[in-house]
């Protein structure tokens, strides 16, 4: 089995920036127990143009993982808690600001440091 890389982009409300970094703290520490996500260290940034886009690149185990994390109740209410406080999961890659750049930039954000 082969992993998965994904980029996910997520607007959140401009008041829960904050919240949404929290959530992707937790979220990757249960992914990481449950088997989803692999061990390989996530990146996370955010638009210098766009200052309400975060964006998450982060590997999946596999195509099965992705599968069962979609049927896993505590992954939805994680989810479900995302949906409160952001306005668009899911930002096509073309909707960023710094989309029709050669080498964009973005703001590096650690969310997994305590």
């Not at 309400?52 to 479900?80: C, G």
Request: proline share 7%.
């Amino acid at each position: 089995m082969s992993g998965r890389i994904v980029i996910a982009a997520y607007r959140a409300k401009p008041e829960k920036i904050n919240d949404l970094l929290q959530i992707l703290r937790a979220k990757r520490k249960f992914m990481l127990e449950a088997g989803y996500y692999s061990p390989r260290a996530p990146i996370t940034m955010s638009s210098m143009k766009d200052p309400e886009l975060v964006i998450e690149v982060f590997e999946w185990t596999s195509l099965e993982a992705i599968s069962i994390a979609h049927e896993d109740s505590k992954v939805l209410e994680i989810w479900s808690k995302m949906d409160e406080i952001c306005y668009e999961i899911g930002s096509r890659l073309n909707s960023f600001p710094e989309a029709m750049q050669s080498f964009p930039n973005f703001e590096p954000v650690d969310p997994y440091d305590d």
